[in-house]
């Protein structure tokens, strides 16, 4: 009879998250991180004619670098991300009330626009490496069905829209029944390029 033999699972590798995203702590877990999680409280205005694309890589890095600055141990990683909806070029954050969710699923109803998510990560100074910051973003096209009211109104009143950036999460009813497409990562529209972000990991030594 052959011996099965048996080794003791790898470490988990520890870093902060920069954010109480339950998407984001599913992610980074399922991936085999240990994630602290310590969300960032930071002012989120955009600047005067700031892209949308340079405004989430703008947050994601003042994000971890306020979760850094006051909590970050000799060589530990933060990570930090800020996902956003545009359309014609313009931001569609969260919506302020079930209103607010109508007229963003109108407004992309029949149309493809644009999931961007900036990524910021942040090596504190460890006593072999010295500090380190990447920066980086992913873009991906999502389109949506043409959208009839009956089919808004119950979306909305599923209450789904209510926390996602563009009224809408993709990883439940709405990419079941409003997405008819997309072109690049789907887990980018989720909020959390992860493949892309352990790759960067890896570069930082991690």
Not at 32 to 58: H, K, Q
Not at 110 to 117: D, E, K, L, P, S
Not at 184 to 200: C, K, Q, S, T, W
């Amino acid at each position: 009879m052959s011996e099965t033999s048996t080794s003791a699972p790898s470490p988990r590798a520890h870093l902060i998250l920069a954010s109480q995203s339950p998407r984001r702590i599913e992610l980074m877990r399922e991936a085999g991180f240990d994630v602290n999680v310590i969300p960032a409280d930071i002012n989120e205005t955009p600047i005067p004619d700031e892209s949308p694309f340079a405004l989430v890589e703008r947050l994601a890095a003042s994000k971890a670098q306020a979760v850094a600055e006051a909590y970050a141990q000799t060589g530990e990683i933060v990570l930090a991300a800020d996902t956003i909806v545009t359309v014609d070029g313009e931001a569609l954050g969260k919506p302020a009330d079930d209103a607010d969710a109508r007229a963003m699923l109108r407004r992309l109803s029949g149309r493809t626009h644009q999931v961007a998510t900036g990524v910021c990560l942040l090596r504190a100074a460890g006593d072999d490496a010295p500090a380190a910051q990447d920066v980086f973003s992913v873009v991906t096209d999502v389109t949506f069905y043409d959208l009839t009211d009956e089919e808004i109104e119950a979306y909305v009143a599923s209450g789904e829209p209510a926390d996602k950036a563009g009224a809408y999460g993709i990883q439940g009813a709405g990419g079941r029944m409003l997405v008819r497409g997309i072109d690049g990562d789907f887990y980018n529209v989720v909020g959390l390029p992860i493949a892309e972000v352990v790759r960067h990991i890896r570069a930082l030594g991690a």
